[in-house]
Nanobody, 126 residues
Framework: QVQLVESGGGSVQVGGSLRLSCAAS????????IAWFRQAPGKEREGVAT???????RYADAGKGRFTISKDNAKNTVYLQMNALKPEDTATYYC????????????????????WGQGTQVTVSS
C-alpha cells in the first residue's frame, strides 16, 4: 500500500509560518496529482491546494494568497508553505494523491483521492 507521510506541523503564533512536507515511499510523486487538505475539529475536510505532475498549481479558497504548494522531484517531496497564519488555519493537514488533479479537485472534499497520509497538526494561537 502506498504510504504518504506528512511532516512539518506544529504550534505557531498568529502571523507565523510553517512549511509542511509530503513524502512518498512507494511511488514517485512526480507522476501524480498531489493535494493538500485540512480538517478542523467539528468541520468538514476542505481542500487547500493541488499540484499536477507537470507542476501546475491550483488553490482552494483556504489556500489562496498565503499558501504556496511546490514540489522537489529530486527529493520526491511536495511542500505547502504557509505564511501569515491565522487561528482559523488550525487543523490537521493531510496530503493525498491521485492520477490527475482535474479542474475541480476539491469538490468532493478529497473523497475521490486514493492515497492519504496520516496528517500533521497545525495549531495557530493568538
Amino acid at each position: 500500500q502506498v504510504q504518504l507521510v506528512e511532516s512539518g506541523g506544529g504550534s505557531v503564533q498568529v502571523g507565523g509560518s510553517l512549511r509542511l512536507s509530503c513524502a512518498a515511499s512507494e511511488y514517485t510523486l512526480r507522476n501524480k496529482c498531489i493535494a493538500w487538505f485540512r480538517q478542523a475539529p467539528g468541520k468538514e475536510r476542505e481542500g487547500v491546494a493541488t499540484i499536477e505532475s507537470e507542476g501546475q498549481t491550483r488553490y482552494a479558497d483556504a489556500g489562496k494568497g498565503r499558501f504556496t504548494i511546490s514540489k522537489d522531484n529530486a527529493k520526491n517531496t511536495v511542500y505547502l508553505q504557509m505564511n501569515a497564519l491565522k487561528p482559523e488555519d488550525t487543523a490537521t493537514y493531510y496530503c493525498a494523491a491521485r492520477t490527475w488533479c482535474g479542474r475541480t479537485p476539491f469538490t468532493l472534499g478529497g473523497g475521490d483521492f486514493n492515497d492519504w497520509g496520516q496528517g500533521t497538526q497545525v495549531t495557530v494561537s493568538s
